[in-house]
């Protein structure tokens, strides 16, 4: 081979071997955070699956994968810790109480440098495959892609209360509480930067990300039955979900207090001016007596006093949006920004 010839050739290999490891440096990241709460059994089955569902996207993205324990009284850490040392993708954050799933899902959002986020359970309830789906979706400019479940393996009694809680939510809210959404979902690194900035204590992750707009995409599945131990989702915390989700996203409740006053003071006014004819100007064709004025007089002067709370209400309303430190309005895209 001629000097020259083996200059071109080294020169065409290297240039190859460069552009491999250019597309290999580019490969984006994705996380997976996993809270995880009781699950020893599930957290070895669950990382199984997912080295299985990321072997065929390993081309194109790198990925962390990192579990939330939420202080499981279990052997949950210590699984997620024999994870760690096998692999060095996989990491763990041991939270130093039971703060629950909703702050468990956001307790990784400092430190971490991903492209997009996966949010998702670790019992087996969130099928692994549906990831490719969320993959795909993103990369065709979807910043948020979310699970619905196509039918939900709870009880008839919970199923009914759920699909009440979301109808009414949608009404009182300017969020769209659409039913059986689940909170795996695939969330744009533009998105988490909107998210960090929400300070509320007693948050809803789904909502907030589903409430910050951009565009959507649903993908729809049938949720499969938990793997190992049964739902950790006890009255008490369905109940805190709930009245979170209404605090956190209407002021319907306060401003009840005004249709109730309306009703209560217009109802009491009238019959009282009423009464007031039929005793002293028409001769009392109808019996009125002077406890019923006392009765109707009492009414009226609790809607008073109920105007003067629905006046307070207002104010704590006013507070209420203050306090919770949301951001005043949201960029979609900035140009010539340096990152
Ligand atoms: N979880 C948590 N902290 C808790 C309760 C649950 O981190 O206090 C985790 C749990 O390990 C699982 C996910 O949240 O990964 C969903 O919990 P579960 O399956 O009990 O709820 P459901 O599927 O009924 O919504
Ligand atoms: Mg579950």
Redesign the pocket.
């Given at each position: 081979m001629k000097k020259i010839d083996f200059l071109i050739y080294s020169f065409i290999i290297t240039e190859n071997l460069l552009t491999l490891y250019l597309f290999c440096m580019n490969k984006k990241l994705i996380s997976f955070v996993?809270?995880?709460?009781?699950?020893e059994k599930?957290i070895p089955l669950f990382y199984d699956e997912f080295k299985k569902t990321f072997v065929n996207l390993q081309e194109k993205y790198d990925y962390e994968l990192i579990f939330?324990?939420?202080w499981?009284p279990d052997k949950?850490w210590e699984e997620i810790l024999k994870l760690c040392k096998i692999d060095e993708n996989v990491k763990g954050i041991n939270l130093s109480r039971?703060?629950?799933?909703e702050i468990?899902?956001s307790a990784w959002v400092e430190n971490a440098a991903w492209d997009a986020v996966v949010t998702?359970?670790?019992?087996w309830?969130r099928p692994m495959h549906i990831i490719k789906t969320f993959i795909l979706n993103w990369e065709d400019w979807n910043e948020i892609v979310y699970w619905v479940r196509k039918q939900m393996n709870?009880n008839f009694f919970r199923k009914m209360l759920s699909g009440i809680f979301n109808k009414l939510m949608t009404k009182i809210s300017e969020v769209e509480f659409e039913s059986w959404v689940?909170d795996f979902m695939l969330i744009d690194r533009k998105v988490v930067n909107y998210f960090t900035k929400y300070c509320d204590k007693n948050r809803i992750f789904r909502w907030i990300i589903l409430s910050l707009g951009f565009s959507k995409q649903k993908v729809y599945f049938v949720e499969p039955p938990?793997k190992h131990?049964?739902?950790?989702?006890q009255i008490s915390?369905l109940f805190k979900l709930a009245t979170d989700s209404v605090t956190s996203f209407s002021i319907f409740p306060l401003k009840f207090i005004w249709y109730l006053w309306i009703f209560i003071v217009f109802f009491s006014f009238w019959l009282l001016t009423f009464m007031t004819i039929s005793r002293f100007f028409m001769g009392n064709p109808y019996w009125i007596t002077n406890s019923a004025f006392f009765i109707i007089s009492n009414v009226f002067l609790s809607g008073i006093t109920l105007s003067w709370l629905w006046i307070i209400a207002l104010y704590i309303a006013k507070i209420h949006s203050e306090v919770l430190w949301r951001p005043l309005y949201i960029v979609d895209k900035k140009v010539n920004f340096k990152e």
């Open positions: 996993v809270p995880a709460y009781r699950e599930n939330v324990n939420d499981s949950t039971n703060f629950w799933k468990a899902l998702t359970d670790a019992d309830q709870r689940t938990r131990w049964s739902t950790q989702w915390k």
